[in-house]
């Protein structure tokens, strides 16, 4: 036997190398590049696919989908919500014992604590020279405007037909040059004030004290459309802008209050709107602002009265409403909570909870961490956000680190225990625990919400399967292979014939083995069969 393989490799010639490594390589550059185009569209491997889903269940014997069955079964979650009003990605929750496997589509939301154009965002062009907001997001906040502040009662107004183009002008000294064309030809046009106070205005001071004179016409608008409300549908139109108008006016001279340090007076306005009920408070979503204000006095109780009214199963859920549940909890254990201890004695049921609630938040929005922990730089947050995005995640870092960095030991307790979120979740991501499963939609809207020079962070990443790596191996190396066969040919062959002699050596040992022990009229038997 052994002279027969010796012959059979000394038969074999340079050139039957090169075709057998030449032809190892395009087969495996083949499957690669299959591979990898399966990969891309569907974000797995294709043979690592069916060796779960085909050959893995035909050699157990089990039946996949009663595996699945009882782990969605044994999992804990959240119960099950109502259908999102709100349609976005996340906001609410439901467990895995649901088996619900539709994820929402991805909604962007106005950013709640939007900073001001001139006096915040203009700011910081002229210092770094360099964009804060995208042209996406701008476009967004002018389609809110003309949905706020525009109606069908307007027909015929110049001011109002004015400011209708001013929100549509890309460039800011033209939206500030139609403002004061209305103003022109109406002082109480209010969507004119606004404008200016939110991009002409340099300054907090400056941008409230035009937000005052604002206030007045705006409430004089209100009351005049109110009394006219019902003889027909202009009325009704032109009142429900009046109203919008207002409420925003408000809203606004509030998130003065709150920049210029009267955290009092900007919790009670902040307080008597979240009573109002208009459409537009479901879009501006001003108890996160009463949040913001109310932890900045550090006012725990209040928030903790406030986050009990609004983390609800059924209503949306933001990264303000998960991290500060987190805070508050994290706040009691922090200042005395030591990983050593913890992992010799265990953790308390205080402790528990406070990282229970730590979980809870990081699976919502995973990207949050890092810029509360100064892993990953800060910017100015856009105007509009994407929840459980990277957007949400930078808007309420910006806002929210101060409160964090208040709380002795919070950030401590977040830095040891975040991490431990990720392994709780389902690989690969097709059930959440306590929430929907993460949205895949978040990379392409975040980079479209947030500027050029910002490494938008990404979750989950997604890594090369085994397979991919392994193939991309093979076929370098069966590539490298064939050139050096092909430009030298004897000493390759000498070196095959020795890899070849060197593989068969267990098989040369087997086969004279059995021919010691076993008769050899028996093999001759096998042989001729």
Same mark, same amino acid.
């Given at each position: 036997m052994e002279n027969l393989a010796t012959m059979f490799l000394s038969t074999l010639t340079p050139k039957f190398y090169v075709a057998l490594t030449g032809t190892s390589s395009l087969i495996s550059g083949m499957i690669l590049i299959f591979e990898w185009w399966y990969f891309r569209k569907y974000g797995a491997s294709f043979i690592e696919q069916v060796s779960l889903n085909h050959i893995s269940p035909w050699i157990s014997g089990a039946d996949s989908n009663s595996e699945n069955n009882s782990s969605s079964n044994g999992s804990n979650g959240a119960s099950t919500s109502g259908s999102s009003t709100n349609g976005n990605a996340g906001s609410s929750t439901v467990g895995a014992a649901s088996g619900q496997q539709t994820v929402p589509e991805c909604k962007v939301w106005r950013n709640p604590l939007n900073l001001f154009r001139g006096s915040e965002y203009q700011r910081f062009y002229w210092a770094a020279n360099k964009e804060p907001l995208t042209y996406y997001d701008m476009n967004l906040s002018a389609q809110d405007h003309q949905t706020f502040f525009t109606c069908e009662g307007d027909a015929g107004k110049k001011e109002y037909e004015l400011m209708q183009t001013a929100w549509r002008e890309r460039n800011p000294s033209a939206r500030i040059k139609a403002a004061h064309e209305a103003l022109e030809i109406n002082p109480e046009c209010t969507p004119a004030l606004i404008l200016l106070a939110d991009e002409e205005a340099t300054t907090i001071l400056e941008a409230e004290k035009i937000l005052r004179s604002a206030l007045k016409t705006a409430e004089s608008n209100y009351r005049k459309s109110q009394q006219n409300q019902h003889q027909g549908l202009s009325m009704e139109c032109t009142h429900r802008r009046d109203t919008n108008v207002l409420i925003y006016v408000k809203r606004r001279l509030a998130m003065c209050a709150r920049k210029l340090g009267r955290n009092k007076e900007a919790v009670k306005m902040f307080r008597d709107l979240t009573k109002e009920v208009p459409p537009i408070m479901h879009v501006l979503n001003v108890h996160e602002n009463l949040i913001e204000a109310l932890l900045e006095m550090q006012a725990y109780a209040d928030v903790q009265a406030v986050l009990a009214k609004y983390?609800?199963?059924?209503?949306?859920?933001?990264?303000? @409403?998960?991290?500060?549940?987190?805070?508050?909890?994290?706040?009691?254990?922090?200042?005395?909570?030591?990983?050593?201890?913890?992992?010799?004695?265990?953790?308390?049921?205080?402790?528990?909870?406070?990282?229970?609630?730590? *979980?809870?938040?990081?699976?919502?929005?995973?990207?949050?961490?890092?810029?509360?922990?100064?892993? %990953?730089?800060?910017?100015?947050?856009?105007?509009? @956000?994407?929840?459980?995005?990277?957007?949400?995640?930078?808007?309420?870092?910006?806002? *929210?680190?101060?409160?964090? %960095?208040?709380?002795?030991?919070?950030?401590?307790?977040? *830095?040891?225990?975040?991490?431990?979120?990720?392994?709780?979740?389902?690989?690969?991501?097709?059930?959440?625990?306590?929430?929907?499963?993460?949205?895949?939609?978040?990379?392409?809207?975040?980079?479209?919400?947030?500027?050029?020079?910002?490494?938008?962070?990404?979750?989950?990443?997604?890594?090369?399967?085994?397979?991919?790596?392994?193939?991309?191996?093979?076929?370098?190396?069966?590539?490298?292979?064939?050139?050096?066969? *092909?430009?030298?040919?004897?000493?390759?062959?000498?070196?095959?014939?020795?890899?070849?002699?060197w593989l068969t050596l267990p098989f040369t040992f087997i086969l004279e083995r059995l021919e010691g022990t076993v008769p050899s009229n028996l093999l001759q038997s096998l042989s001729r069969v």
């Open positions: 983390d609800d199963i059924s209503l949306p859920k933001s990264a303000t @409403i998960c991290y500060t549940a987190a805070l508050l909890k994290a706040r009691l254990v922090a200042d005395k909570f030591s990983p050593d201890i913890a992992s010799k004695k265990g953790l308390t049921a205080a402790e528990m909870t406070a990282v229970e609630a730590i *979980h809870r938040a990081v699976e919502f929005n995973p990207h949050v961490p890092k810029y509360l922990l100064e892993m %990953k730089s800060l910017i100015l947050p856009p105007e509009h @956000i994407l929840k459980r995005g990277d957007s949400e995640a930078l808007s309420y870092a910006f806002f *929210h680190i101060g409160h964090w %960095k208040a709380v002795d030991g919070a950030l401590n307790l977040l *830095h040891c225990t975040w991490e431990g979120t990720f392994r709780m979740l389902p690989y690969p991501l097709e059930r959440g625990h306590l929430f929907y499963p993460y949205p895949t939609c978040t990379e392409c809207a975040d980079r479209e919400l947030l500027p050029a020079f910002h490494d938008v962070s990404v979750y989950p990443k997604k890594e090369l399967p085994f397979f991919i790596l392994f193939t991309a191996g093979l076929c370098s190396f069966t590539a490298v292979l064939a050139l050096l066969t *092909h430009q030298y040919p004897d000493n390759m062959g000498t070196i095959a014939r020795s890899v070849l002699s």
